[in-house]
């Protein structure tokens, strides 16, 4: 019995591994691939809640970032958010383009990557 139960837990944890592998990598229009944080990011480059954004969609304010987006603009976006978010909690994006995690809903903003600000 205790074999039986390790072999199932050996292939619950290999199959989620092997799902989380593929489900954090971002791709830009440059070609750089890179993997968004675990915390950020749940399901694939085709229907997780992370993917690049235009930099249309961001505004940079005093303290931070303002971040308005439409359908269209993210895959999980169905109606008009305004996102207000402190620098202090952007994460730094690897390739210079503007990443957006929304999870568990449209309605929440988990992560957001930015590049580095030069003044």
Known sequence: MRGILTGVMIA??????SV????????????????????????DNHTGDCQMISTKNVKIVNGGYEISLAPGDHRLVTRPHHF??????????????YHLCLYPTEDTLRCFYAPDMSY
Do not use: I, M
């Not at 207000?84 to 383009?97: M, P, V």
């Open 12 to 17: 619950f944890v290999s199959c989620v591994y």
């Open 20 to 43: 989380q592998a593929s489900a954090h990598e971002a791709h830009s229009p440059s070609g750089v691939t890179w993997k968004y944080d675990g915390f950020c990011c749940n399901g």
């Open 84 to 97: 207000l978010l402190k620098q202090s909690q952007a994460r730094r994006s690897q390739d210079e383009e």
